[in-house]
């Protein structure tokens, strides 16, 4: 089956860090470039953090520069999503995304993460 399972989320407080996960199922991980998403209540999705299939680029949002880092172990089919100096606007449900070339993108079911002190 084919599927993007996140992990990691939880409630923390403003300074503090989590680290997302998202494994991937029934798919050519290692060919996929990964993305992670957020949309905060009553606000659009948006792109926080984009990695290339091989790991060898990676973009971020402006807003989480500095502060978040996107990774992924293609041996492991998992990427990952470092967040530090956590702030209450980061307060949303991140969401990972693979796009293959040719195919539909795939999205996670989201995982929600709350900075609030």
């Known amino acids: 089956q084919v599927q993007l399972v996140a992990s990691g989320g939880g409630s923390v407080q403003p300074g503090g860090s989590l680290r997302l996960s998202c494994a991937a199922h029934g798919f050519t991980f290692s060919t996929s470039v990964m993305s992670w998403y957020r949309q905060a209540p009553g606000k659009e999705r948006e792109l926080v953090a984009v990695?290339?299939?091989?790991?060898?680029?990676?973009n971020y949002a402006d807003s989480v520069k500095g502060r978040f880092t996107i990774s992924r172990d293609n041996a492991k089919n998992t990427v990952y999503l470092q967040m530090n100096s956590l702030k209450p606007e980061d307060t949303a449900v991140y969401y990972c995304?693979?796009?293959?070339?040719?195919?539909?993108?795939?999205w996670g079911q989201g995982t929600q993460v709350t900075v609030s002190s």
């Open positions: 990695i290339t299939s091989a790991g060898g680029s990676t």
């Open positions: 995304n693979a796009v293959r070339a040719g195919r539909s993108p795939i």
